[in-house]
């Protein structure tokens, strides 16, 4: 009865999500056909899910219940993610000459920054486009020469020479106003590296369309703008450069506004010059210049967008020191905020929203291919927590603590196919990806990767997940972390449609446990489809790691290929609760119970024997235990102890029906030096027979009575 009350619960709940899919909007008229094919499509989702259904009213398994709101249109996924579409990418822009334009680079010392950049700047333009140097009173001779070297070289430069230095903003204005009247500005800070043919794209948009105001490109260093992150990366190189502009030339180029240009380099419009003028002198040497000119720009009409299709490097920072850049930075913030009241909201609201996500995570990833040293992790994991991802998180921790810049993580179990996280020390990104073939386009700049499967239940395309891991790895290495069974079976506990452990089941088995549930209108296939698709991917894997000797045996019964690959690495335990005192005699269990996890062996257990149980832990709902037993609920590890003392508990028990891969509840349990008991079964059994105070049942976990004298002979 308590198993059958818990179900209209989730039966209403499914019923309103779908419909609330296929209904027509709550004030659009309704009509009979309307409601009919509402009606049919909904009958279909709930046929199509038929196997999930009882496979979750039969066992309560929490992912089961995670797949059946993702079909219904439940999901309740923290943190929502824009959707990066195949739209990201596009056939490039053909080449087109550039409005008529002068290019104004400020020079103030830093001899290295100015000598890279301007070695290397004819090679990136076009025979007669115009430079304005703007030497401004630089004391480093190194600095002067290569603003000469460049004059020479370049035969459509003008120098401006200052005696004394007089800030960006003046030797912009020098510069404006020494530009031909028709020639829309260029700024170029003399810490940046463009890439080839980078002025076309950065004027295109103005090109198109005359109501744009100013064009910034992507950097890695460019506040708004930057990749991953805004200060995460200062380092740039020609071949860093190169690398990044080959990728965000692969994009599709979007009319993206933003509140405001950056200075670092920036296209303005001579039209909007003429109209509002240039920089305003009141903000000194420099900082707050661009956004106060683009704020009044905004208010004469105009806008400022992104060239989505370019990447420009930059350094930043190198004009003064970083004393003095923060107090000039606050002091030019005030400024804009005092004259320009909404930007400020503006501009945190843009970085909230973040419309540039799509292009700052495809561009991410050629980031941390070109800073990378060695191979870039890839994991395949799920979004339902748990043991699986508490071990994905340390060890990301350990891979950034070993000079990794970045991990990539690829979640199965969201709204949609995919979800790709990028983690760094400093910086996180994500965005959600429809099919795989965009999630191959997205992750095809890293070259240099290693594939990491470490769990992938509750994926929408199941069966297609082990040929995209295999695609994901081709070229590359691939390892396998067993966290539960579920390349052996779509069961990822192994148990079957009565409820029970069987072993590995057969090639041929029937169960439809063990069979392949697809999307609609499409036939259930076989296990042992199941098993040949993992089967190549088990091929394919040069280290799997499973983390108890039982998980090994069960891998290799069903691929036996696997046994020279096999790894058996425990999980390093935390802080456990350590030796308790003897004489208890309440019946005590660790975790959360269903029932894969024992919830009907507490059941059969409560009726059969005179002794208290105690769950120190949570109880799913389908089971019951009356009183005087007791459901603790959720707790922390810290507090086993202080709750074992109060409850009294003599004695542990793991009460699992399935084979554990690995069992933080068992070692946490024998820390207490209490027995400890479990039936033979999995990493639970390994850990007992290991541990002096363990002891492994010969009892059916179906025998409550059994079990209540296998406990009492203990206690």
């Excluded at 009183?627 to 009294?648: D, E, F, N």
Aim: proline residues 8%; glycine residues 8%.
């Amino acid at each position: 009865m308590n198993r059958i009350a818990s179900v209209p619960r989730y039966a209403r709940a499914s019923v309103t999500g779908l419909w609330a899919q296929h209904a027509p909007p709550p004030n659009a008229p309704r009509p009979f056909r309307a409601c009919l094919h509402t009606a049919t499509r909904m009958t279909e989702t709930l046929w199509d899910a038929r196997w999930a259904i009882i496979a979750f009213l039969r066992t309560g398994e929490p992912a089961l219940a995670f797949d059946l709101r993702r079909r219904f249109g439940l999901t309740d996924i923290p943190d929502q993610v824009p959707l990066v579409g195949a739209t990201l990418f596009a056939a490039p822009d053909p080449p087109q000459s550039p409005p008529a334009c002068s290019v104004i680079i400020p020079v103030f010392n830093a001899a290295r920054s100015v000598s890279q950049l301007l070695a290397h700047l004819p090679d990136t333009m076009a025979d007669g486009q115009r430079v304005i140097l703007v030497d401004d009173g630089s004391t480093d001779p190194a600095a002067r020469a290569a603003v000469e070297q460049f004059a020479a070289r370049w035969p459509a430069t003008r120098v401006i020479r200052n005696q004394t230095n007089k800030g960006f903003v003046a030797a912009v204005g020098q510069a404006t106003a020494l530009a031909d009247p028709r020639h829309h500005i260029v700024l170029l800070n003399a810490d940046t590296l463009p890439p080839a043919g980078w002025l076309p794209r950065l004027l295109a948009p103005i090109a198109r369309d005359a109501t744009i105001a100013s064009v910034t490109p992507l950097s890695n260093s460019a506040e708004l703008l930057s990749v991953p992150q805004a200060g995460v990366d200062a380092q740039i190189s020609l071949k860093f450069v190169a690398a990044l502009d080959a990728q965000a030339q692969q994009l599709a180029t979007r009319d993206i506004s933003l509140p405001t240009g950056v200075g670092f380099c920036m296209a303005l419009n001579r039209a909007f010059l003429d109209r509002i003028g240039g920089f305003d002198t009141a903000f000194g040497r420099g900082y707050g210049e661009e956004v106060d000119w683009c704020q009044r720009a905004t208010q004469a009409g105009g806008r400022h967008v992104v060239a989505t299709n370019l990447f420009v490097g930059h350094e930043g920072g190198r004009s003064f020191g970083q004393t003095t850049r923060a107090r000039r930075i606050r002091r030019a913030g005030q400024m804009v905020a005092a004259r320009h009241p909404g930007f400020p909201q503006a501009a945190r609201q843009w970085q909230s929203d973040d419309p540039l996500l799509p292009e700052r995570l495809a561009l991410a990833i050629a980031w941390l291919n070109a800073r990378a040293t060695k191979a870039v992790p890839v994991y395949i994991a799920h979004l339902m927590g748990g043991g699986a991802e508490t071990a994905l998180a340390n060890e990301v921790k350990t891979h950034l603590a070993h000079g990794q810049p970045g991990v990539v993580i690829l979640r199965v179990g969201g709204p949609h196919l995919w979800r790709v996280e990028l983690t760094g020390q400093r910086f996180a990104l994500a965005g959600d990806i429809a099919t795989t073939a965009v999630l191959h386009r997205l992750l095809d700049p890293l070259k240099n990767r290693r594939v990491i499967y470490s769990c992938g239940v509750g994926s929408a395309d199941p069966l297609g997940l082990p040929g995209a891991l295999c695609r994901l790895a081709d070229g590359h290495s691939l390892a396998l972390r067993l966290h539960d069974f579920y390349p052996i079976s779509p069961s990822w506990n192994l148990i079957d449609s009565q409820g029970r452990f069987n072993g590995v089941p057969p090639i041929d088995t029937t169960d439809p446990a063990h069979s392949v549930r697809q999307a609609k209108g499409r036939a259930t296939l076989p296990h042992r489809d199941w098993r040949a698709a993992w089967a190549r991917v088990m091929d394919r894997a040069d280290t799997i790691h499973c983390f108890a000797p039982s998980g090994a045996a069960l891998l290799a019964r069903a691929y036996p290929q696997t046994r020279d690959t096999t790894k058996i690495v425990p999980h390093q335990l935390g802080p456990v609760p350590g030796p308790l005192r003897k004489g208890g005699q309440t019946i005590g269990v660790l975790g959360g119970i269903n029932l894969a996890k024992g919830g009907a062996v507490l059941e059969r257990l409560a009726r059969a024997t005179g002794r208290r149980i105690v769950v120190i832990g949570e109880l799913e709902k389908s089971f019951h235990l009356p009183h005087p037993h007791h459901v603790h609920g959720r707790y922390k590890p810290r507090q086993i102890r202080h709750l074992a003392t109060k409850h009294q508990i003599g004695l542990w028990l793991i009460p699992s029906i399935c084979p554990e891969t690995f069992s933080f509840a068992t070692h946490e349990a024998l820390s207490t030096g209490l027995p400890t008991v479990s039936f033979d079964l999995g990493a639970q059994a390994d850990a007992l027979r290991a541990a002096p105070n363990g002891h492994v049942l010969s009892v059916s976990p179906q025998d409550g009575a059994a079990l209540a004298d296998a406990i009492d002979k203990l206690f």
